[in-house]
């Protein structure tokens, strides 16, 4: 039997209309299902390349707010490497009389956990270490200082040593009218597994001059540009 539809077209009773309308739906609901994967697999990418993972125990660290410093984080949920940039980071010395001058300055927080720090590398062009005051009140316009990078804040002391420089090893530096006069830089590839499950651990830069005489009392402003490049991985955390 014909069935007249409101058109010039017939159709017979029990046509397909009503399927079809349910089949449209089933379709508009299988794009939408797509569109929702394809999401999560941009996210999953984006996370992917910031070194970020839905699991907790396997992201990234937090970099310190300080005017100049910046983070870039590449790799996945388990291998990261963090990319730290320094543009005239200022750092305030003090002097420690007969114990030379130090400044000290926190980079980065690791996650919670037990961290293992595979390599390090740190670069810092000529002429990128400047002593802001200089002329013997702060810095002597010619001091030898010591840089490095440590899990620790350096200690009144001569140079670094041990935890102040356990991520990049000491580099010696040179003033000349008061900036540093050639490019300084160290690569480090001895792996270290560090215990941050109660405390995190940390990425400090370190400097220390190398004598007494390369610092007066007065503090002065240390300031760093220049790259460090921190490869590690979380082995997990005890809570």
């Known amino acids: 039997m014909d069935v007249w539809d409101g058109t010039s077209n017939r159709r017979e009773e029990g046509s397909q209309r009503g ?10 609901s299988q794009v939408a299902a797509a569109q929702t994967a394809v999401n999560v697999n941009v996210t999953d ?15 990234v660290g937090a ?5 100049g410093l ?3 984080e590449l790799g996945d949920g388990a291998m990261h490497k963090t990319v730290l940039t320094l543009t005239a980071v200022a750092m305030a010395s003090a002097d420690s009389a007969a114990n030379c001058a ?4 926190e980079l980065y927080t690791f996650p919670e956990g037990h961290i293992l720090i595979l390599s390090g590398h740190a670069v810092f062009g000529i002429g990128n270490i400047v002593a802001t005051t200089g002329g013997g009140t702060g810095y002597n316009t010619a001091a030898n200082l010591g840089i490095g990078v440590g899990t620790v804040a350096a200690d ?22 008061k900036a540093s006069d050639a490019e300084v830089s160290v690569a480090q590839a001895t792996a270290a597994a560090y215990d941050g499950s109660t405390s ?14 390369d610092h007066g ?19 997990g955390d005890d809570a």
Request: hydrophobic share 40%.
């Open 19 to 28: 399927p079809d309308r349910v089949d449209w739906d089933e379709n508009v």
């Open 45 to 59: 990418i984006d996370n992917a390349l910031t070194g970020v993972s839905d699991d907790s125990t396997h992201t």
């Open 63 to 67: 970099v310190t707010s300080k005017t």
């Open 70 to 72: 910046t983070v870039a």
């Open 102 to 105: 130090q400044t000290i300055q």
């Open 156 to 177: 009144a002391g001569a140079g670094l040593d041990g935890t102040e420089e356990d991520i990049c090893t000491e580099m010696d530096v040179n003033l000349a009218a």
């Open 200 to 213: 995190a651990i940390k990425a400090i830069l370190n400097t220390s001059t190398l004598a007494d005489g």
């Open 217 to 235: 009392a007065t503090a002065d402003i240390l300031t760093v540009t220049g790259t460090i490049t921190i490869v590690w991985t979380t082995l």
